[in-house]
Structures are given as C-alpha cells and as structure tokens.
C-alpha cells in the first residue's frame, strides 16, 4: 500500500500540539466530504487539526476535500493509492495525531457545533475517561429521528455484546496517551464492527467509556452507506466481535459454548432443533460461570443474552419445532436465571 501525504506550505503548516485532532476516514465520499468538512470548521473549539484520509477513493473525493479544507492551515489530505478499509484509513489518521484527544467524524455524517468541546470537558471531568461517545441525530432517507445510546461505564461496556447503541464509531473521541500507552487500534482485518472491537480493547486495558448525554453528531442515512449497502457483511463481522468479547469475559469456556451462546443473535435461525438443549446448555453455563471483571456490568451481559435466547425460542415455539413440555424438560436442568428466562415461554 502506498500512503501519500499532502505537501504542506509554510501557509500550512499544522500546530505541533492541537487540543484535539479530527479523524475522517473516507472512501467515495464526493457527494458529502465537504459537509463534514465544514462540520469541524463551524466548531466552538478552535484549537483543532483535522485529518481526512481518503481510502482510495475512485470518484472526486480528494478534489471535493481540497476544495473544501481551502488554506485553512489546521486541515491535513491522507491518500492511500488503493482502499484498505475503514480501520486501517482510521488508523493512518490516528498515527498522525498530534492532538490530546482524537475524535472521528465519519465522511458522511456533520459535527454539530460544540461536539468538540462537549466532548473535551467530559475528558477534563474524568482522568479516567479512554473513550467517549454521544447520542446522534438521524436524517437522509430514513424519517428523521435520534439514536440515543447507553449511559454509564459498565452498562455501555455490556452491551457491546448487542454491538448497538454503544459507543457509534463517528461520534467516538479518545485520550491518546491512553490509546498510544496501550497500543490500542483497530483491527485491519476487519470489514465491519471494528468500533466494537476497538473499544473492547480499550476496555481491557482498564479505561472507561462513556456517552455524552447529547446530541453532538448528525448522522446521514443513505442508500450508499455502508451500513445500509453491506449488511451481508456486518452481520458476520458482528458476530466475531460478540465471541472475542465472550472469550475475554468468560476464559473458561470453550469454543463451542461461546459459538452456540452467539446463535440465537442471528437473524435467521437454524432449521434444526436439534441443538436448542445444546444452546440452552451452553447459555447456562455462561450465567453460572465467573466472569473476569473489566467493568460490565454482569447483569446486563446475562439479560442480553437471556433475551435473545427467549426470542429465539419463541420462535422455535410459534412454528411448533418445540413445544412447552419440551420446555418445561429443559427448565429442569438449568440454573434459576435461565429457568426464569424459559418460565416466560411456558403459558
């Protein structure tokens, strides 16, 4: 891979030392670059370098973000000669940090004004503060609306297992003495959730998360968005994500019990029945077992879970793959937590 970076003049040369430094990885972003762009401009927090690296764009985006940073001296071009994924343009941009804290914008989404300093003063708050999120407005093509997501430590910690309402990749800021200290980065093999994996890491090696209890992203919902554009991926790349956080919870559970206990998170089940006492077995040792504490809370992990598998089987039991005495034969063998989540299937 061949990395270029853009000349800077004397005109603009870049702050040894910003406040924060701003990250937006893109990839065919012509259309929207420039409002992104535009987003870290209009900031309240002046005191910012803004880094967009364009993955191997094959339309006009690295003209439309030329255009767009003019001879603003804070604005810095990353072009990789072939795409590589958002990780590994995340993390070009992310080596050439020189800010205290870093922040990514993704290429399709706006900044609103102040997310920059709301962001910074939940920093200043809390030493112990890694990586912090907030909710996000929702506009494009989808009626518009607000993606809220979790509050406190250990509860966004939790629910990255569900791998939603966490800690959004575009919204995300970070401490970078914490993530350089801890070699934390994203992982360049993979195609999707790689925010997920990302903050796990930050999580093992003991930081906090959090979510600003506000609105400071505007997120585009479009049809050429990855989100929207590559499901057949992200589902798959999701599910790793869901067995590394178990293998880092649960150590004492082997590699068919977390890859049963991550089934009934798919969205088409197996035809089969066969397994459903192997899954329900497998989810019962998960809640009896001791999990290594890294902040999450535990309770959450175990209703998330239990949860899934309820709807799982309700659907087994709707189509009439399983029935209730099969059910009530299964409650006998698991722990009381499991046996209350199966109660709730029996009429």
């Not at 430094?21 to 803004?50: K, M, Y």
Request: hydrophobic share 45%; net charge negative; charged share 25%.
């Amino acid at each position: 891979m061949s990395v270029q970076f853009e000349p800077l003049t004397p005109k603009t040369a870049l702050s040894s030392s910003p406040l924060v430094t701003v990250v937006i990885p893109a990839f065919n972003a012509e259309p929207f670059i420039g409002e992104a762009i535009a987003s870290i401009q209009r900031q309240t927090l002046e005191d910012w370098q803004l880094i967009v690296v364009d993955d191997g764009s094959t339309d006009q985006t690295l003209s439309a973000a030329r255009q767009a940073a003019g001879d603003d001296p804070r604005i810095r071009l990353i072009r990789f000669d072939r795409n590589e994924g958002i990780s590994a343009a995340s993390n070009a941009g992310f080596d050439a940090a020189r800010g205290e804290f870093i922040a990514r914008v993704d290429s399709d989404d706006r900044a609103v004004p102040h997310r920059l300093a709301a962001q910074v003063a939940a920093f200043r708050n809390s030493d112990r503060l890694a990586a912090a999120g907030s909710h996000a407005s929702v506009f494009g093509d989808v009626p518009d609306g607000v993606a809220y997501c979790a509050q406190g430590d250990a509860n966004i910690k939790a629910r990255l297992l569900d791998g939603v309402n966490t800690i959004s990749g575009g919204t995300l800021m970070v401490r970078r003495s914490f993530v350089r200290a801890h070699d934390i980065r994203f992982d360049e093999t993979a195609r999707s959730a790689e925010d997920i994996g990302y903050l796990a890491a930050v999580m093992a090696a003991g930081g906090e998360l959090a979510n600003i209890d506000e609105v400071l992203t505007e997120h585009r919902s479009h049809r050429g968005s990855f989100t929207n554009s590559q499901t057949d991926i992200a589902g798959p790349w999701l599910q790793t994500a869901r067995r590394r956080l178990l293998a880092l919870w649960y150590p004492g559970l082997d590699a068919g019990d977390i890859e049963r206990i991550v089934i009934p998170f798919l969205q088409v089940y197996p035809g089969w029945t066969d397994e459903v006492l192997a899954i329900v077995s497998s989810i019962d040792r998960l809640v009896t077992a001791r999990a290594v504490d890294y902040g999450q809370d535990v309770s959450v992990v175990h209703a998330i879970i239990l949860d899934r598998m309820r709807k799982m089987l309700g659907i087994y039991q709707d189509n009439k793959l399983i029935d209730e005495t099969q059910i009530r034969t299964i409650r006998h063998f698991v722990a009381p937590a499991t046996r209350d989540a199966l109660d709730q299937l029996v009429v």
